[in-house]
Each structure stands twice: as structure tokens, then as C-alpha cells.
């Protein structure tokens, strides 16, 4: 009889602790899942915290679109920009139009959990947030700054280790152009003119993305020797005083060379003369995303050809 009873009380026992054992799973998944809430401050200084990964997306920035491709996060976008044209996926998406023809109604249809863009008015973010959307806004104006900024997507998304091998790889990529003109001393960096319009002639200043890949690829920028910001219009007076070794443009402005060599009013400069102008994808220079380190290594390649063959 006692063994009847011990046997009784020890499967008692036994079930007592596999219910305590599935609470506390059951507990620990529970916390685990208060534990997503996120937060981060994005380029206006504005706190943006998630609760729970988001499930429907928007993107009205190219960039990001291109970042939240890479993290896996397709399935999730619901939204696009209307300038948005990699990966050709992107193309399926529902447009919600750009920074300034941005459609506020399309978006808030689309019923997102986050939006994302470069730039934004603030009526238009406050009637996008009194629905209940989220939006982050950044702008990365450095290689650095876009590393950064794929973390915290990575981050807001739930996508955090996909983000760290993202930015692990293109830190290789980085590193793989930068320790190559490490060795190379300021004088005989070449001096390189960034043509970013011409009519009238512009180019990018010491606060821009492409600043801070020519000089990671090798180069000097022209336009720091005057410490010039944003986009500035450039003379050419000054061009022909300064007397680049190297002109890049964009596909946009200059689809080949020759729009830039046959421009009468270079004709006296270096780069022209000895022939080294270069075109370049305009997405891979300007868009803070995954194929930056694609747009870096063309820089570097026709900076120092000598060294990136």
C-alpha cells in the first residue's frame, strides 16, 4: 500500500514539475517577446521605437529600399518609391512616388508598421504618424554613416544579424581599396573634379557620400581645397586654375566621355587631355546602400588604375 502511495506521490511530483517547466518556457517566451521593443534616433533627432518586428513596410528612399532587400526583408515591403529600380523585384512593389510628389494617401492604404525615407516635409510625416505609422528618416553622407545606418535598419527590422554580416562584408570590400592607397603620400594623390552638372558646372562638396569616396579610393576632391559644401556651382576659372588630373561624371549628366571632351571650355585641362575622364553609375556613387563598395572600387579603378587593374 505505502508503494502504491509513494508511486501515486511521485507521479504527482513528475507532473507538478512539467507544469512548472512548460509556465516558465511558455513565461520566457512571453518575456522574450517584450524584450523586442527597439529604439533609435533617426536624422531629425526623433525617438522611433517599435514594439514588435514590423510586418509591412515602406520605403520611399532607394537606398533603404536596397538595404531592406539585402537583409532578406522582401517579402515585408509593401511599398516603394517611384525611383526605386534595384533589385528588378523591385519593380512588383506598389510606388508611393518620391520625396516630393510623395503620395501621404497611397501610403497610409498600404497600412505599413515603419515607413523609411531620406527626407521628409513635416506635415507630411505628421499625417503619416497620426495614423499610427511609424517613419524613420536618414540620409548617410559617408561610407561610415551608411554602415551605421544598416545597423539600426537592421535593428528595427528584427534583421540584426543579417545586418552585421552585411556591414562585415562591405567593410571587407572597404578595407580592400583603402589599405591598397594607404601608402600613398597627399602630393601625388591625384586631383579629381567630380562634374556633377554642367551648364551650370557643379560638383560635390567636402559634406558629401562622393566626397568621401574619393578620398577612401585615393583621391583629393578639388572641391575641398576651397572647403566647399554641398553642391556648389564651381568656376571655370577655378577648374582651370586648380588643373585636374582626373574628371568623373555621372551616366546622367555625360553617358560617354566624349560629352565631357568635347566640351570646348576643357580642353586646356589635364584629365582632358590626357584622357582620363571616367563615367560612372550615378546609383552606385549617390545611394547610401549595399552597392556603395560596387560604386567605391569604379572610383578607385579610375583613380589609381595602376593599382586596381
Request: charge should be negative.
Amino acid at each position: 500500500m505505502k508503494t502504491m502511495r509513494t508511486i501515486l506521490i511521485i507521479t504527482f511530483a513528475i507532473f507538478l514539475i512539467s507544469i512548472v517547466a512548460c509556465a516558465r518556457t511558455e513565461s520566457a517566451a512571453v518575456q522574450k517577446a517584450g524584450q523586442s521593443a527597439v529604439s533609435a534616433k533617426d536624422d531629425y533627432g526623433r525617438e522611433i521605437t517599435l514594439e514588435s518586428e514590423p510586418q509591412r513596410i515602406v520605403s520611399f528612399a532607394p537606398s533603404t529600399t536596397e538595404i531592406l532587400f539585402a537583409l532578406g526583408l522582401d517579402e515585408r515591403i509593401v511599398g516603394v518609391s517611384s525611383y526605386d529600380n534595384y533589385p528588378p523585384e523591385v519593380l512588383e512593389k506598389e510606388q508611393v512616388g518620391g520625396v516630393i510628389d510623395l503620395n501621404v494617401e497611397k501610403i497610409i492604404s498600404l497600412d505599413p508598421d515603419i515607413a523609411f525615407g531620406i527626407d521628409l516635409s513635416k506635415d507630411k510625416l505628421d499625417q503619416i504618424e497620426k495614423n499610427g505609422i511609424k517613419v524613420y528618416i536618414s540620409n548617410p553622407t559617408t561610407l561610415d554613416m551608411t554602415l551605421d545606418n544598416i545597423r539600426i535598419i537592421g535593428m528595427l527590422t528584427g534583421r540584426t544579424e543579417e545586418a552585421e554580416e552585411l556591414i562585415k562584408d562591405m567593410q571587407a570590400d572597404i578595407e580592400a581599396v583603402s589599405s591598397k592607397v594607404a601608402g600613398i603620400t597627399e602630393e601625388n594623390r591625384p586631383k579629381v573634379f567630380y562634374e556633377v552638372w554642367n551648364e551650370p558646372l557643379m560638383t560635390a562638396g567636402v559634406d558629401t557620400f562622393i566626397h568621401d569616396m574619393i578620398t577612401i579610393a585615393g583621391g583629393v576632391n578639388i572641391a575641398s581645397i576651397d572647403n566647399l559644401t554641398g553642391w556648389p556651382e564651381y568656376s571655370m576659372e577655378r577648374l582651370i586654375e586648380i588643373n585636374p588630373d582626373i574628371i568623373i561624371a555621372p551616366k546622367t549628366l555625360a553617358p560617354t566621355p566624349e560629352t565631357i571632351t568635347e566640351d570646348d571650355r576643357l580642353s586646356g585641362i589635364n584629365a582632358v587631355i590626357e584622357k582620363k575622364v571616367f563615367i560612372v553609375e550615378d546609383d552606385l556613387v549617390i545611394r547610401p546602400g549595399p552597392r556603395v563598395v560596387i560604386g567605391l572600387m569604379n572610383l578607385a579603378r579610375a583613380i589609381h588604375p595602376e593599382i586596381f587593374k
